[in-house]
């Protein structure tokens, strides 16, 4: 994940969760048969519990009243909850939505609205660049 340091020079970050907040976000996901957090997500949590930039936001781990970043588990359990039963939303913007779909292992950036796949890559960090609007 080398490509965070980029990241933390060009959106806000949140401090790292903890190990307890992560257990307790995948036991609230594993609770509401959803999947758990994939290990490359887990440790963008460790360095930065949640990421923003203007309307884009990449969600956190046992996120408590924060208007700047958003709790994982919540988000897919309230709203997104019966969609795609291997679907994890991790993040949003005004248009799209950061999937994981944990059936193909892969990462997507989809249509907010139509929920249709916008383009696919199996690292994270290519769709978090575009996700947050990060030019290098």
Same mark, same amino acid.
């Given at each position: ?5 980029? #990241? ?8 790292? %969760?903890?190990?307890?907040? #992560? ?15 994939? %290990? ?15 309307? %884009?936001?990449?969600?956190? %781990? ?14 897919? #359990? ?45 690292? #994270? ?12």
């Amino acid at each position: 994940m080398s490509d965070v340091k980029n #990241i933390e020079e060009n959106v806000g970050c949140n401090v790292p %969760a903890t190990e307890a907040q #992560i257990r307790i976000c995948n036991l609230k996901l594993k609770q509401n048969n959803l999947p758990e957090l994939p %290990a490359e997500y887990v440790e963008l949590l460790k360095k930065h519990n949640g990421l923003s930039n203007e309307d %884009a936001k990449v969600f956190g %781990a046992e996120i408590k009243n924060n208007n700047w970043y958003k709790d994982v588990a919540d988000f897919n #359990i309230n709203y997104f909850h019966g969609n795609k039963s291997d679907w994890l939303v991790l993040g949003e913007s005004d248009f799209s939505f950061l999937v994981y779909d944990s059936s193909q292992k892969k990462y997507y950036m989809t249509d907010r609205d139509s929920m249709e796949e916008e383009h696919s890559e199996i690292n #994270i960090m290519p769709i978090l660049d575009d996700l947050l609007r990060i030019e290098y």
